[in-house]
Each structure stands twice: as structure tokens, then as C-alpha cells.
């Protein structure tokens, strides 16, 4: 992987790209051709509650920005994915389960504390559309985004690209029958348990081990 130094003396302009998930927020610092030159990682601390979530976001960044040996006067804004269902007009994570959010006015609180342009979105959706443009250059028709972590969401080029409306979520999932998502959920299952129990980041890892296991074990095939 290339390593992009910050310039601090010149009058570069810096982005900020965060993503707020379930368990970790992952802050990074981007010049204006989108390289990286920075970034920082917290946990959550979801349980903490709303106010503390959001006090650790604006420290994440802090500390991203700190990283690269520049000031936040030389960031110009900060995008950020928020799981769940989000309004990026109001700036509101509308619902979160993942977090235990309901109508949050996280855009707003998240300005006061740094003193920067915030804009939200629905995670799934951004990422999608930041590999979309930015890495693949728009040239595919037609993408899916799955993405696996605390929960599980996706999202497609179309929904990235176009107007996804007054509110903001990731795209729903069907299961098929004989996947390995069928087997995931089958693995997992209990009464109580959700989609993302069933089918998350966490749950997929020790299917994910056992299959390296798996292909560790066997006899090499090389004479």
C-alpha cells in the first residue's frame, strides 16, 4: 500500500471520511485525489448511549487530523455512514439497532462540537457509491455492495447513484435456499435471534476459521 504524506504547509484541502459502526468508528483524512494520508480508530461504546457515541466520533477525528499533523481549520468537511435508517436532509439517524438510536440529530451535534460541515448517509449506500466512483471508476452498469460487520446491509449502483429519497437505508436481503447464507442462518438460528445475529460479520467468522482449517489439513497436491 502506498503512504501519502499530509502536507501541512501548503493549502491543500483535506476531507474526512468517517464510519460509525456497532462496535468501532473508523476516522480517515483524505486529500482532494482521494488518498488517504491519515486515520484513527475507537470503539463505539454504543451502550454509553447516544451523547458518548458522538463525543467519541468528533474525538476520532480529532485524533485522525492530529495524525497527519494538521488542524481541523484545514479540513473542509466530513462525510459519515451511519448504519440504519438515516434522513441526510435533517442530518437524523432516524433508527439505529445496532446503536439503540432513535431520531438523532447527529449532523447538528457532531457540527457543534468541531466546528466543520457534516454530512450523513446511510453507510452502505456511501461505501457503494465511494467504490463505485472512486475506485472503479464508474465503469461497471450495474454493482452490489454487501457489506458484513456488527449487522449485515447492502446496496446496489442504482440506489447509490440516483435519489434514494427523503430517507436513506441499505437495501433488504433474501436468503436462498442450499447458500451458504441459508447454511449461516441454519448454523445459527434460535427463536430469538435476528438477521444480523444469524448473519453477521461476528457469526460468519467461525464458518470463515473452519474453512481455512479445513484447507490447511488437506494433502498438498505438488509433487
Known amino acids: 500500500m502506498s503512504t501519502f504524506m499530509a502536507d501541512s504547509n501548503s493549502k491543500q ?34 451502550e454509553r448511549g447516544s451523547g458518548v ?69 446511510n453507510d452502505c449506500n456511501i461505501c457503494t457509491l465511494g467504490i463505485y466512483e472512486t475506485e472503479l471508476k464508474v465503469k461497471p452498469k450495474f454493482m452490489v455492495g454487501i457489506f458484513l460487520g456488527t449487522g449485515i446491509g447492502g446496496t446496489s449502483t442504482p440506489s447509490a447513484t440516483h435519489d434514494t429519497g427523503r430517507f436513506s437505508t441499505a437495501l433488504q436481503a433474501r436468503v436462498e435456499e442450499g447458500t451458504l447464507c441459508e447454511r449461516i442462518l441454519a448454523r445459527n438460528s434460535s427463536p430469538t435471534s435476528s438477521w444480523r445475529d444469524k448473519a453477521s460479520g461476528h457469526s460468519c467468522r467461525p464458518i470463515a476459521r473452519s474453512r481455512n482449517d479445513q484447507r490447511a489439513s488437506r494433502p498438498s497436491m505438488r509433487r
Open 13 to 46: 484541502e483535506y476531507f474526512c471520511g468517517v464510519d460509525l459502526g456497532g462496535t468501532k468508528i473508523l476516522a480517515g483524512i483524505f486529500d482532494s485525489a482521494f488518498n488517504c494520508v491519515g486515520k484513527s480508530k475507537v470503539s463505539t461504546k454504543a
Open 53 to 121: 457515541v458522538i463525543d467519541r466520533i468528533a474525538r476520532c477525528v480529532r485524533e485522525a487530523v492530529d495524525e497527519c499533523d494538521l488542524n481541523l481549520k484545514q479540513i473542509k468537511g466530513i462525510g459519515l455512514g451511519a448504519p440504519g435508517s438515516v434522513d441526510p436532509e435533517a442530518g437524523r439517524v432516524l433508527f439505529a439497532g445496532n446503536l439503540g438510536w432513535e431520531n438523532v440529530p447527529l449532523e447538528k451535534e457532531l457540527e457543534k462540537l468541531l466546528g466543520l460541515p457534516v454530512s450523513i448517509q
